[in-house]
């Protein structure tokens, strides 16, 4: 016959593999609240893609006003980076375009909005939209390299900085060292 310390071994190995099984059903079936809120399902009828489609057809200068450049500079800028911004569809959901990608990054730019406030605007998410503005802006500065002079040493950024200062009678911000 077992004594009774093999006995109360037993019973808590019983209760620990019961309880474990239990907590491993419990977190398998523990599913998300929502995949996409419903806010974002929309995007493509009334999104910033569709505001941005009419404010393209009608010649009142208000999509000059929206992005801050004209109509045809949009087309080329976006002609030269839209295969790099162009990202892929999948079986669960469909991209962000490269159209709105561009966009929102031009309207964050133009503005300084929120990623909130833009989310609202284009019904993408903030987070993505963060990630959508570097990407861009990286692919602006590869596209446009051959084009624009960057400064490459701490001299030819003072120059820059003077020049700005001069014209603007306002020192630039700088974020480093």
């Known amino acids: ?68 450049m004209s109509l045809s500079d949009f087309e080329y800028l976006f002609n030269l980076i839209g295969p790099n911004i162009t990202k892929q569809n999948t079986h669960l959901r469909k991209c962000v375009s490269a159209k709105d990608r561009f966009a929102v990054t031009l309207r964050f730019l133009a503005s300084g909005d929120h990623y909130q406030s833009l989310s609202y605007l284009f019904k993408i998410s903030p987070q993505l939209i963060s990630t959508i503005v570097v990407d861009v802006c990286n692919a602006l500065k590869n596209g446009l390299s051959d084009q624009v002079k960057i400064p490459s040493n701490p001299e030819e950024w003072r120059k820059v900085s003077d020049l700005f200062e001069k014209r603007w009678n306002f020192p630039p911000l700088y974020w480093g060292t």
């Not at 998300?32 to 393209?56: A, I, P, Q, V």
Request: with cysteine; net charge positive.
């Open 1 to 68: 016959m077992a004594s009774s310390s093999e006995d109360e071994v037993a019973i808590a190995s019983a209760m620990f593999i019961v309880i474990t099984a239990g907590l491993k059903k419990k977190n398998k079936n523990k599913k998300r609240r929502w995949w996409t809120t419903t806010l974002f399902k929309n995007r493509e009828r009334y999104g910033g893609n569709s505001l941005l489609n009419d404010l393209m057809t009608e010649y009142s200068g208000k999509f000059e006003n929206f992005c801050r």
